[in-house]
């Protein structure tokens, strides 16, 4: 019983602790748990952080996916993460999807085609010029966000909910260690076991005839927003050659485009290696989003 209680109090210092930690967001306004969506009895939701001293009206969207799963992390836990973001003036929207192993890459991709749809729609309410919108996203964020950035549309003019209709274009991209193309690495319905990392990956489990659909190597025009990647050298789970092709693609399409090498990283960023992306993050969307530019 003793032992009992010692963990209970254990367990109680930890959470007080870590509350401690977690501090409120006071330099933002945090409108959580927008829901632009249902599916199988379930919202679709994305947070809203609007930095409350001179909000430049241009919006990052953020989105929540690794290996397409979208977990959730209670809104004023993160927001040490956008400060950067924040003390430029930008507006940044964590945006979630339905998620891996549930749903599947198309499914996926059309939750954030219709988030993107509606942010554009609701834009004002926030503040936000509907067209200022940045997209950005790492690993499987950044293959959803290269999707929206170059293979997007004008909206569907038949649809029946009105923020359908909206484009769901955006006005520039980043993408962190990105897969671009996913032709060489879905395994088919029910594959089975091949004792790689891929495993771990069910989304990747559609047909093959589908993949180039979802490839964003396959979609790169002259038209394509503003595009920086950045990808560490020593990923072994998407390799870097992912943000090669597509940076060659971009550029041989004249499309404004960087391509930013971290050595020694793998898939991850850490430390120094993360303030550097971070850095170059915000830089980007001043230059793309800004109406003036960089400041």
Do not use: C
């Not at 959730?72 to 945006?95: C, S």
């Not at 690993?139 to 569907?156: E, K, V």
């Amino acid at each position: 019983m003793r032992k009992g209680i010692q963990a209970i109090l254990f367990v109680l210092i930890l959470a007080i602790s870590h509350a401690a930690q977690v501090k409120p967001a006071t330099n933002v306004d945090v409108i959580p748990d927008v829901v632009y969506g249902h599916k199988d009895g379930l919202a679709l939701t994305f947070d809203v952080f609007k930095p409350k001293t001179n909000p430049n009206g241009a919006a990052v969207i953020f989105i929540v996916s690794g290996g397409w799963v979208s977990r959730y992390t209670p809104p004023n836990e993160v927001v040490p993460r956008y400060q950067q973001l924040f003390d430029k003036g930008f507006t940044v929207i964590m945006l979630r999807h339905g998620g891996s192993p549930k749903y599947l890459i198309p499914e996926i991709v059309a939750d954030v085609r219709r988030g993107v749809r509606f942010i554009r729609y609701r834009a004002k309410d926030w503040g936000i010029d509907p067209n200022r919108l940045g997209v950005w996203g790492w690993s499987a964020g950044g293959h959803l966000s290269l999707m929206i950035g170059l293979a997007a549309d004008n909206g569907d003019p038949t649809a029946k909910e009105d923020f359908m209709k909206e484009s769901d274009r955006v006005q520039a991209v980043v993408a962190y260690f990105p897969p671009v193309d996913l032709r060489p690495i879905v395994r088919g319905v029910n594959p089975p076991p091949t004792g790689t990392a891929l495993d771990n990956y069910p989304a990747l489990n559609l047909e093959k005839e589908k993949a180039a659909d979802y490839s964003p190597i396959v979609f790169v025009t002259p038209d394509d927003p503003p595009t920086l990647l950045i990808h560490g050298d020593k990923d072994d789970l998407v390799p870097i050659r992912n943000s090669q092709i597509i940076f060659d693609a971009l550029k041989k399409d004249n499309v404004k485009t960087d391509f930013i090498t971290i050595p020694g990283a793998g898939h991850g960023f850490r430390g120094e290696d993360l303030k550097r992306a971070l850095s170059a993050t915000v830089s980007w969307f001043e230059q793309t989003l800004l109406k003036h530019g960089k400041p």
